[in-house]
């Protein structure tokens, strides 16, 4: 599953995937692949800060570069079902990619397009096992609901939430205790839970985010663009300066990928058919933009 995922991400030259080096076998005992080495993991890096969260700045161009793997990893038509801290880390010290956050671990991942010439998205199973890591798991998946891609945005928020503020609310849960977690997701999503979920956070913003993925269905096509607006929103809202570093290289302006240059890359006729509605139809982009512009005023 690896080397598919990784070369689907080269293939359409994502900056936040590893190229394979080299891959095996050893008959009758296993397989492997070589990839570039990597530094240290989210997870790591923010429980080194002794408040154990991020600066807002960090955070939030974290949180940004983390998405937009997500989103690259959703174009080749795979959702990754365990995104966390663990599974992204930065590039080696000492190199040009300090400043940039691959994706790891695709042992979860699972294609949601089929294999025919018209790649139609996947029907749902009735009942779906759990997958996943129970502090960011979405609520579909406490369902045993069959996982989307609003799933691993669901997830990417609550990892965000906490790169912001150092917890969750649900942190008290033992990890077995998945009842409990999805207790007080449920309870994240209005009055006092919504409070405490989002403490410290850019309320407004992240209060959009969660309520638009709730009214997402299985087979939605998440509007990125409206997200990456709500990250940015809340940049300006804190004063985060485009070159302003990072914590973990807090000498050096910062230099990692943007959604700027994510935009750029883009290929057109690829993504205008991952955009398109379910009835094939494209989002009106200038409806679109409207709508985002008059949100936060």
Request: some cysteine; charged content about 30%.
């Amino acid at each position: 599953m690896d080397c598919k995922v990784l070369r689907g991400a080269r293939a359409i030259k994502s900056p936040h995937f590893c190229f394979v080096l080299d891959r095996g076998k050893v008959e009758s005992r296993y397989r492997f692949i070589i990839m570039k080495l990597v530094g240290e993991n989210l997870w790591d890096l923010r429980l080194a800060r002794n408040e154990n969260h991020f600066s807002m700045n960090t955070a939030l161009k974290a949180a940004e570069q983390c998405l937009m793997a997500v989103e690259d990893l959703h174009r080749i038509g795979f959702l990754h079902r365990d995104v966390k801290p663990g599974n992204f880390a930065v590039g080696c010290p000492n190199t040009n990619e300090l400043h940039t956050i691959f994706m790891l671990d695709f042992g979860l991942c699972r294609k949601f397009i089929g294999d025919k010439p018209h790649k139609d998205l996947r029907l749902p199973r009735a009942v779906a096992p759990f997958r996943g890591t129970t502090r960011y798991a979405s609520l579909a998946a406490h369902r045993s609901a069959e996982q989307s891609r609003k799933d691993d945005i669901e997830a990417w928020l609550y990892m965000t939430v906490e790169f912001c503020t150092g917890n969750l609310p649900w942190r008290r849960c033992r990890g077995s205790d998945k009842d409990g977690v999805q207790r007080y997701k449920e309870g994240a999503r209005k009055g006092d839970g919504l409070n405490e979920f989002l403490k410290d956070c850019p309320k407004k913003e992240f209060t959009a985010i969660l309520k638009y993925l709730d009214a997402l269905q299985y087979e939605s096509i998440p509007d990125y663009d409206y997200i990456y607006y709500c990250v940015q929103h809340a940049m300006n809202s804190y004063k985060c300066e485009s070159d302003q570093p990072l914590d973990w290289d807090s000498k050096e302006k910062y230099h990692g990928p943007t959604k700027a240059d994510r935009d750029k890359r883009m290929d057109s006729k690829l993504d205008a058919k991952l955009n398109s509605n379910t009835d094939g139809t494209t989002k009106s982009s200038s409806k679109r933009s409207s709508i985002i512009s008059r949100l936060f005023r």
